[in-house]
């Protein structure tokens, strides 16, 4: 388990082969340090929580690792591969759901999926398929325009299957979703990465939320990764909930 101690920074590896890895990472925004050196690996396999409390940095370290934004200083590694403007075999192995995801509202589902993969040169692909895995082959005629924020979350996460990825990152894929709603997003997170073999990252400011799917949590807050621990392990040092143990974490890191 890497826990903050005495206030040194967290080193937060597993004892497993890294999918993603995150190392020395800085984002400064004018004059706000938004990343404060972020180290961290993200395990090949399972799922892993990116676990923090709104505005901790989650989205901006995923926006660096999709290389649409780019990092003050720090490198992110995928597969061993450092990512850089010459690493494309590597981003065609990512999808990214990004918060919020948009779509041409006048277009069908179907029609948006089409377009995106004509843009990627990726015409091979089975929309059909990736509709149904996401619970859409029924509305695949409907225009987005029309569908409930379940649906376009749904969408959001099919649209990051159009690369066939083996890496999926996501967003907040439960954000503004009723419990129905939730459950099934959880469950097709569950789906992916048991059926279709998927190292899953996933953010949520809801830790509770995550904690029920997740097999690894990595927690941030403030810029700083506080914590870095399989579920299995929490639970061995009596760890009940996340949110009890971040509650744990921030009373520590008050102290320093
Ligand atoms: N383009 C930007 N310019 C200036 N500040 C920014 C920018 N993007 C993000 N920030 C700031 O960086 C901090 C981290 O934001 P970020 O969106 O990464 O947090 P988050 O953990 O994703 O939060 P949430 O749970 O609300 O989505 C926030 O204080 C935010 O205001
Ligand atoms: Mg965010």
Do not use: M, W
């Given at each position: 388990m890497n826990q903050k101690s005495e206030c040194a920074p967290v080193n937060?590896?597993?004892?497993?082969?890294?999918?993603?890895?995150?190392?020395?990472?800085?984002?400064?925004f004018g004059k706000k340090k938004v990343l404060k050196?972020?180290?961290?690996?993200?395990?090949?396999?399972?799922?892993?929580?990116?676990?923090?409390?709104?505005?901790?940095g989650k989205s901006t370290t995923i926006k660096?690792?999709?290389?649409l934004v780019a990092p003050t200083s720090g490198t992110v590694e995928i597969e061993d591969v450092l990512m850089n403007g010459s690493s494309t075999a590597v981003y065609q192995k990512l999808g990214i759901m990004?918060?919020?995801?948009t779509f041409y509202n006048y277009l069908t589902a179907r029609q948006n999926f089409k377009l995106l993969t004509r843009l990627q040169k990726n015409t091979e692909v089975d929309i059909d398929h990736i509709l149904k895995i996401v619970g859409l082959s029924g509305s695949a005629d409907v225009k987005v325009g029309e569908f409930s924020q379940g649906m376009r979350q749904r969408l959001g996460i099919g649209q990051a299957l159009l690369v066939q990825p083996e890496?999926?990152?996501?967003?907040?894929?439960?954000n503004a979703l009723d419990?129905?709603?939730?459950?099934?997003?959880?469950n097709l997170i569950l789906h992916l990465a048991k059926n279709e073999k998927m190292t899953i990252f996933?953010?949520?400011?809801?830790?509770?939320?995550?904690?029920?799917?997740?097999?690894?949590?990595?927690?941030?807050?403030?810029?700083?990764?506080?914590?870095?621990?399989?579920?299995?392990?929490?639970?061995?040092?009596?760890?009940?909930?996340?949110?009890?143990?971040?509650?744990?974490?921030?009373?520590?890191?008050n102290q320093c």
């Open positions: 937060a590896t597993f004892n497993q082969k890294a999918g993603l890895r995150i190392t020395n990472l800085c984002k400064t050196n972020l180290n961290f690996e993200v395990p090949k396999n399972g799922i892993t929580g990116f676990l923090g409390p709104n505005g901790a660096i690792i999709a290389g990004f918060e919020a995801p890496f999926l990152i996501l967003d907040e894929p439960t419990p129905l709603g939730r459950k099934e997003i959880k996933v953010s949520s400011h809801l830790l509770s939320e995550i904690e029920q799917i997740c097999t690894h949590a990595v927690i941030i807050n403030e810029g700083k990764i506080l914590a870095a621990a399989s579920i299995d392990e929490l639970r061995k040092h009596g760890v009940q909930t996340l949110e009890d143990y971040f509650l744990e974490l921030i009373e520590k890191e």
